[in-house]
């Protein structure tokens, strides 16, 4: 796939010293820069899941605790 990408003066500006710095191609560059961003947003998606999980179980935990306690009451 063959895509245009239009970069302000700085953007561009900062392409060509990368790739001149990395000695890459800019069209490399622009490829791992999306990878890069994309493997971000992924890993950022895993981290609020992998929290909310952690927070049902200890909420599951409080609630079940609450339970066991109810079972010894004399009822």
Excluded: C, P, W
Excluded at 1 to 27: C, G, P, W, Y
Excluded at 43 to 61: E, F, G, M, Y
């Amino acid at each position: 796939m063959t895509a245009t990408v239009r970069l302000d003066k700085t953007l561009e500006e900062k392409l060509n010293f990368i790739s001149q710095s990395l000695h890459k191609k800019k069209s490399d560059i622009i490829r791992d820069a999306i990878s890069f961003y994309a493997d971000s947003i992924q890993n950022s998606q895993k981290s609020r899941i992998l929290k909310a999980v952690a927070k049902t179980k200890d909420a599951d935990r409080a609630e079940n605790s609450e339970f066991e306690g109810t079972l010894d009451d004399g009822l």
